[in-house]
């Protein structure tokens, strides 16, 4: 079997990658696949690294069986009749991708999405939620440093990797800040790793809500905390993501003690909204930055109005008129939402993603695995089973 690992066409131009060169060399000595990587200037490791673990560096990868990617690719670039395997933002019917779409189905192509594949539990097997996670963690306090002129950090891109990072908050002293975590999965449990990093104290709801503290602290709001059902029926997350209609969410009651809010949490629609926009028109609205990192536009976050930049991540929303403005104004609260977070930390992001590939779907190719066939989106440019509620949207 031989392996392409694509260079990314999406702009802005993603620099993550599916396999590490020596994640490369070992498929090459242990599996026996070939791996061709097709020549990229944007890429997080460098042609060069790749070269240096003997694997080939080339223009171009139609030769290959299965091809890697990482986000959504242009249609110019989709090669005909190929296995791919990318996060295609498809299953959504989205309708910014509905044009790759139809040309995966014209050019009788199998999309495999890594979003797609999931462990006999539902929990997905991919992702690049822990680092969105830390870096979006790292960013939220960053822009309240800046806000407040309390504390300094610098940007993650510009110096550290993942190990560097660990250290880089020796001596740190932050005011007595209280922040809300939202969620529980993987960019969650990135978010509690910075905080944990940064010496923070954890308490319980109840003390967040009714206590000032002499230190900084969090509380960790999961979906018992954040969501009850209007019988008052038990929270149940299986009823909750198939009906979430009939639950209101609670964070209201944190409005007013909330200096920080690090969103983590799983929405869709249909899910209720942490809180709306009118809500910022309170006088005891307390909160002065949110970073959102699950990222969802007008979604949990009313006040996500789109996407920084890494390099310009963060702008202010007006309380009273909902208006972009500049951030860091006594009327705005500072909003950071970046949809590429993990590119922050793209070594180690890659690293993990590539070891999550190896261990459970590298074996799984060209078996009847129920992994690999549930996340099947188009087999040969037809829509498989699971996914024929997509025909219109695929021109079918």
Known sequence: MKFGIIKEGKVPQDNR?????????????????????????????????????????????????????????????????????????????????????????????????????????????????????????????????????????????????????????FGLKLPNVKVVVTGSGRVAHGILEVMTLMGMHQVEPDEFLSEEFSYPVYVNLKGAELYRHKSGEKYDREKFHEHPEEYDCLFRDYLSATDILLNGVYWDEGVPRLFELEDMKRDDFRIKTISDITDDYHGSVPCNLGDGTIQSPIYGVDRLTGARTAPYLNSSVDIVAVGNLPNELPKDASRYFGEQLIKYVVDNLGTDSSLIHNATITRGGALTERFSYLKEYAGL
């Open 17 to 169: 990658v599916a396999f590490t060169p020596k994640q490369c060399k070992w498929l090459q000595q242990n599996k026996g696949i070939t791996v061709l990587v097709e020549s990229s200037a944007h890429r997080c490791f460098t042609d060069e690294e790749y070269h240096q673990e003997g694997i080939q560096v080339v223009a171009d990868v139609s030769s290959c069986d299965v091809l890697f990617g990482i986000k959504e690719i242009p249609v110019d670039m989709l090669i005909p009749e190929k296995t791919y395997f990318f996060f295609s933002h498809t299953r959504k019917m989205q309708p910014y991708n509905q044009k790759m779409m139809r040309d995966i189905v014209s050019k009788k192509i199998t999309l495999v999405d890594y979003e797609c594949l999931e462990h006999a539990d539902g929990a997905r097997v991919l992702g690049f939620g822990f680092f969105a996670g830390v870096v979006g963690a790292h960013n939220g306090m960053w822009a309240y440093g800046n806000r407040t002129g309390d504390y300094r950090l610098e940007r993650i891109y510009e110096r550290y990797d993942f190990e560097s990072l660990t250290g880089s908050y």
